[in-house]
Structure formats: structure tokens, C-alpha cells
């Protein structure tokens, strides 16, 4: 091995593994720790793909999560990431028409005449 820091090959050891599997090791040279080989960490693209279409055709976060063994909180952040690159929604400079529904909506307060 060769210390990324001060370049030593002579006096390089061993001291345990990280999370992802990877071997750690510290120059007593230096005292510098570092890993050699670096494992990739995360979920393929593929699984972020699958992730936002899911929540596009309507799944909720937590089924997202269920189905594909991850953190709902995860998929959340998937989809805001991919929100933010979206370009923005066309908006016409000037309105001719506009058509209402059924849906009753108020301006205000709601007047309840409930009085206690």
C-alpha cells in the first residue's frame, strides 16, 4: 500500500473495514487513515428510475418504499431531486377562458353562524 498523504510505502496497517466493506488503513508514517479501493454506495440508477415513475403513475411514498426495500424518506428525496430538474410549466401571458367545477370554495373566513 501508499499513503495517499505522504507517498510511504513502508509502514502501512491495517485498522478494520468501513460500513460499505471496504479495507481501512493508517500510515504510522503520517498518521493519515485511507482506503485503497472505495466501494460504490447507493441504489443504481435503474432503482431511481423505477422510483420516480412509480410516484408519477400515483403510488404513495410508503408503498414506493415497501416495493423496492428502501427508505420512504429516500424515495422523497429522489423525487425532489428530480422535481427541481423538471423545466418550469408554461403559463399563458393572458387568460380568454376559464372553466370551474363543481367545487365550492370560499374567500376568507368561513362563515359557520355558530356563535358560542
Given at each position: 500500500m501508499k499513503c495517499p498523504k505522504c507517498e510511504s510505502q513502508t509502514q502501512q496497517h491495517k485498522i478494520g473495514k468501513t460500513e460499505a466493506g471496504s479495507q481501512r488503513y493508517r500510515c504510522y508514517r503520517?498518521?493519515?487513515s485511507y482506503t485503497p479501493?472505495?466501494?460504490?454506495?447507493?441504489y443504481s440508477e435503474t432503482v431511481r428510475r423505477k422510483a420516480n415513475q412509480l410516484y408519477v403513475d400515483g403510488t404513495?411514498?410508503?408503498r414506493i418504499g415497501r416495493q423496492l426495500e428502501i427508505n420512504p424518506q429516500t424515495v422523497a428525496n429522489w423525487v425532489k431531486e428530480y422535481a427541481e430538474k423538471l423545466p418550469a410549466a408554461p403559463v399563458p401571458a393572458q387568460v380568454h377562458k376559464a372553466e370551474m367545477d363543481e367545487l365550492f370554495t370560499f374567500i376568507?373566513?368561513?362563515k359557520t353562524g355558530f356563535m358560542s
Amino acid at each position: 500500500m501508499k499513503c495517499p498523504k505522504c507517498e510511504s510505502q513502508t509502514q502501512q496497517h491495517k485498522i478494520g473495514k468501513t460500513e460499505a466493506g471496504s479495507q481501512r488503513y493508517r500510515c504510522y508514517r503520517c498518521g493519515a487513515s485511507y482506503t485503497p479501493q472505495k466501494k460504490t454506495q447507493g441504489y443504481s440508477e435503474t432503482v431511481r428510475r423505477k422510483a420516480n415513475q412509480l410516484y408519477v403513475d400515483g403510488t404513495n411514498l410508503r408503498r414506493i418504499g415497501r416495493q423496492l426495500e428502501i427508505n420512504p424518506q429516500t424515495v422523497a428525496n429522489w423525487v425532489k431531486e428530480y422535481a427541481e430538474k423538471l423545466p418550469a410549466a408554461p403559463v399563458p401571458a393572458q387568460v380568454h377562458k376559464a372553466e370551474m367545477d363543481e367545487l365550492f370554495t370560499f374567500i376568507g373566513d368561513k362563515k359557520t353562524g355558530f356563535m358560542s
